[in-house]
């Protein structure tokens, strides 16, 4: 379990239009410590919907445009932590386990798939969310892992798979499922159990928030009761990645 | 008859539409009647061993595998939900 600390750590995978503004509510409680975990550079196309960035931030390290926008809203420095690289197979189960929840808003399967066997195996627990076009999904995994991303998706969808940067995402969708997933992170942080167990589902055109419940898969091979994934093995996230 | 809410990535083979609707006494029923309308919904729902891996679908709330499966049977007016996975934001 981790340590007891002054302030709860959570580890922000992702920095993009999901991590921007659950950074932003989470940075407003100043008992947080925020690891923010990100290599990529902002892009124009990036300003509709990662709302920490401006016109100046492009071509820049979203990392340091990031943490200085959080500054400049009045956040102490000595609150954020800069992890300079993506989640990767050699450092995820040491970073996950040096905080006390992660919040996973990455935009492809082999790091939410990492980010979840990390969490798991670290007895952490995540808050997973995702979104294209209209629809976003998130959801919060208990520290015992169960019912643990891989009990909704298994394994890595084979080939390519349409992502943000193909079919296009709306900001305020992005917006919302961001404050969903800040929202769970607290609920987490706070010891309410009943943020587990639900998956979340926003569809945008209607304005519609399902909700329903996530159930374990008996033969999970995370969080099942006999696991075939016991460590970290880079070539389980072999498909092609691209930037948190 | 059942209601299919189609979800954004496989809405390509459903013309846009977000939902559709199609009878059948089972969510394979349906699935199968959805094929000739909307050719390819099928294999990008289902594989050999049933309900792709990637691919959770739902009537009403409950995800049909602690249901009976493709085998699930349905009424009139049941909406089937297809959650797949996504990455993106």
Known sequence: ???????????????????CPAL?????????????????????????RQ???????????????????????????????????????????QLVSQVDLVLEGADNFATKFLAADAAHLEARPIVHGAAVRWVATAWAVSAGGAPCYRCLFED????????????????PVVGFCGALMADLALRVLSGDGS???????????????RQVA?????????????PSITDILEARYCTPSCAA | MITVRIPTPLRSLTGGEEQVQAPGETVKAVI????????GLRDRLLDDKGVRRFVNIYV??????????????????????????????
Request: proline fraction near 4%; include cysteine; charged fraction near 25%.
């Open chain 1, 1 to 19: 379990m981790a340590e007891t600390r002054a302030r709860k750590r959570v580890l922000i995978v992702g920095l993009g239009g999901l991590g």
């Open chain 1, 24 to 48: 932003s509510v989470l940075a407003r409680e100043s008992e947080l410590e925020l690891w923010l975990c990100d290599d990529d550079v902002v892009e124009l196309s990036n300003l509709h």
């Open chain 1, 51 to 93: 709302t920490l960035y401006r016109d100046a931030d492009v071509g820049h390290d979203k990392l340091e445009a990031a943490q200085q926008a959080l500054i400049l809203g009045g956040v102490a420095p000595a609150r954020l932590v800069a992890v300079r690289s993506r989640l990767l197979p050699e450092n995820a189960r």
């Open chain 1, 156 to 171: 890595v969808p084979p080939g390519a798979q349409q992502g943000c940067s193909e079919a296009g995402v709306m900001g």
């Open chain 1, 195 to 209: 943020a587990f167990a639900s998956l979340y589902t926003y569809d945008g055109q209607r304005d519609h928030l």
């Open chain 1, 214 to 226: 996530a159930r374990g898969r008996a033969d999970c091979a995370l969080c099942g009761p006999s």
């Open chain 2, 32 to 39: 199968e009647t959805l094929e000739q309308k909307h050719p």
């Open chain 2, 60 to 89: 009403g709330d409950e995800d049909i595998r602690f249901l009976d499966g493709l085998e699930t049977k349905l009424k009139a007016g049941d909406e089937i939900s297809i959650v797949p996975a996504i990455a993106g934001g």
